[in-house]
């Protein structure tokens, strides 16, 4: 069931530990290009490319910024664990993430910029809107996901190996083995 966040400190809607948060910023006119730019640079870094997992704020489902109207307006969308609180000192203090934001920001309208982290953070709450409505598909934090992925890929190395054919055959390890033909 989804919640509608309560109070300045957590805006968007949770579901179970995840919330979501939804920014929209107008672009500066003309910036249109750099913006992509930029946005090309954040996603080709180390952490940010599809399929890296090594991001500096390791609380974050996924994420996703959307160039629209032309582009004159950007939308950056994300869910992630914990409260919004952790989740902005997290990335106010995560150095190269802070770093590449600052770059794809400065194409904003109303952005100040860096070192004013009052002043960011600010600006950010200033673009915030709360989804009308939020769902998730599972359960379980990054950190339980990521765990979960661990784990099966262990568990598919050992139905992989020859010598786990007996013991595969134990009546205990049923449900685990229905679990993994699908």
Known sequence: MATAATGS???GVSVGPTSEF?????????????MRAALRELQDTPGYRPGDYGMAIATIHEARFVLFDDDTRL???????????AYMDDFFTSGPTLALFDAV????????????V???????????????????????????VRK?????AAFQQVLDH??????????????LLDEAAD
Request: no cysteine.
């Open 75 to 85: 939308a950056f969308i994300t869910s992630f664990d914990g409260p919004w609180d």
């Open 9 to 11: 400190s957590r805006p």
């Open 148 to 152: 979960a992925m661990r784990v099966n």
């Open 162 to 175: 020859p010598d786990a054919a007996e013991a595969m055959q134990h009546p205990a390890l049923k449900p």
């Open 105 to 116: 920001f400065r194409h904003t309208e109303g952005y100040e910029g860096l070192p004013d």
């Open 118 to 144: 009052a002043a960011v953070k600010a600006f950010v709450l200033s673009a915030q809107e709360t989804a009308a409505a939020y769902q998730r598909n599972y359960g379980g934090t990054v950190k339980e």
């Open 22 to 34: 939804s920014l929209f910023f107008p672009v500066k006119p003309g910036e249109g290009d750099a």
